[in-house]
């Protein structure tokens, strides 16, 4: 089975208007952020009064732990789905954080900004947004509305987990060659979802420079604080991906079902043991 790279009609793999997957990104807002040590810590330091733009924010928990920290900074959020913009907003409220904004807009079309409007502009997982084609002229338009000596981060999962569960180990596989046939990632041969590997690549050649990287990996075994995250992360990911699945992969969807419902089992065994690892690149516009 193959699918044409240039293909223009492809969308995020997950419907952006569904409570479960925005429950499952507040999730992962959580856990992340925690397993860096706060939303910025890559950085060495946060000038006051910089303008922070996060794309793809979803229901903004990154852009609100971001504007909490840094009171002194403007920082603007921005997705596609409806949906998730509104909750954004009343979190905002809610928390009494003034000094965040959220908008509607697609990261895969020109952004709505002028011309080196901020100082830093973050993205995280990415991998199931952008399909492979889109990934140089978006870094290319993040450098648009960078300012001088701004910088993009991009934090993106080098695995989806690695674990001693057979069942785990399957759906990692399905869902590596469903991204790939689907038309994202870099994979040459869908064995894999990382796109790290040549995200310094496409951002030296948009025309960045100091490229940094940062790498993480969070335990996520049965014993560990970080278990229910992550399987409840896994729980509802999967299932929102079941009809994909059945689309791009070879198997039938009640094959696919089954494997999802032996991973749960395997994952909430005493035996069970995981480790998650992502990374955070940077590059500088000089």
Request: glycine residues 6%; negative net charge.
């Amino acid at each position: 089975m193959t699918y044409d790279d240039s293909r223009t009609d492809i969308t995020y793999l997950l419907d952006s208007e569904d409570t479960a997957e925005m429950v499952r990104l507040l999730n992962m807002d959580r856990f992340l952020i925690k397993a860096m040590g706060g939303p910025l810590a890559p950085l060495p330091s946060v000038p006051e009064r910089s303008r922070i733009l996060d794309l793809a924010c979803g229901p903004g928990g990154w852009a609100l732990d971001t504007a909490a920290r840094y009171s002194t900074s403007e920082v603007v959020g921005i997705d596609i789905s409806h949906m998730m913009i509104d909750y954004a907003r009343v979190s905002a409220q809610i928390r009494k954080v003034s000094n965040v904004s959220f908008e509607l807009a697609d990261v895969t079309k020109t952004l709505p900004f002028a011309d080196e409007t901020f100082d830093i502009v973050h993205a995280r997982t990415l991998a199931t947004v952008l399909p492979r084609l889109a990934w140089k002229p978006f870094v290319t338009e993040c450098r648009r509305v960078l300012r001088e000596s701004g910088v993009l981060l991009l934090t993106e999962a080098i695995d989806g987990g690695v674990t001693n569960s057979p069942a785990f180990e399957r759906m990692q596989a399905l869902t590596s060659l469903m991204v790939w046939r689907a038309g994202y990632g870099f994979s040459i041969d869908g064995r894999t979802l990382d796109v790290s590997f040549m995200l310094p690549s496409l951002l030296r050649s948009a025309g960045y420079s100091d490229i940094q990287h940062a790498a993480y990996a969070l335990e996520f075994s049965r014993r560990t604080s970080v278990w229910a995250d992550f399987y409840h992360n896994a729980e509802i990911g999967y299932m929102l991906r079941l009809s994909n699945y059945a689309k791009f992969t070879d198997l039938s969807a009640e094959e696919i079902e089954h494997v999802y419902s032996r991973m749960l089992v395997e994952m909430r065994q005493d035996d069970f043991f995981g480790m998650f690892h992502f990374i955070i690149i940077a590059g500088m516009k000089l």
